[in-house]
Structure formats: structure tokens, C-alpha cells
């Protein structure tokens, strides 16, 4: 479930209203670089997931048959596979599109206000709940 917060930047003291949290159906993704957020459909994001597992496990098949790798490896293995070039980042940004400044939107990106563009925000109460 979403919620709309009002929110004050404790940066420029703008009070705005951001939307906090995806819905039922999509999952906000907010650009690195400013203000703008864009929804990718939970669906589109479960495929890429579901692909990118697959694409992980057949690399790991691969190297088990060749040596013994133990599990520390292979979860450092994941994580660099998620972050490389044809990962899951890029997959992502790939969903989201790119923001009309040039910047990528990421499902980890954080807020900015709308004005200075400061992450340094506080949520107040809750405007509003969405699912
Ligand atoms: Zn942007
Ligand atoms: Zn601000």
C-alpha cells in the first residue's frame, strides 16, 4: 500500500505532498537526479525478476560443474551479477524508462523535493492511502 505524506524539505522548508510506496499494481520509481517518479507495473517488474533468477542460475550451473564454489562466493557472485551491464539494475532502468531530465528513475532512488531537489525530507502526516 502507497501513502501520501506531507512532506516539509528541511533544506528549503517547501511543504509538498509525496507519494510514499507503490500500490497494489506498480511500484514507484523515482529518478536519481530530480523530483520525477514514474510507476512500472508489479507484473512487468516480477518478470524481469523471474528472467534474471534464471539467467543467474544457469551462470551458477556452469561453474559448479567445473569446481566446487562455496555459497559466500556465490552470493557475492549474485550481487555482482545484479549490479553488472545486462543485470538487474539495468533491467530495471530498462522498465522504468528514463526520465524526461536524462536521469534514470531506480526503485531505490530516494525523493526530492520538488524545488531544490534535497533528499533531506521529513514525512509528516498522511494525507492519503492508496493500494
Ligand atoms: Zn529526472
Ligand atoms: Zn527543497
Redesign the pocket.
Known sequence: MGMVHETT??????QFELAVGGSMLAEMFHCHQCDEATAVERDRLRDAHAEHANAIDATQCDKTRDSSIDSSMAQQQRAELAAAPGGFDERLQQLAGLCPCGGQFGLYAQPR??????T??SLGDVTMCFD
Open positions: 524539505c528541511n533544506h528549503c522548508d517547501l523535493c520538488p524545488a531544490c531537489k534535497s533531506n525530507l
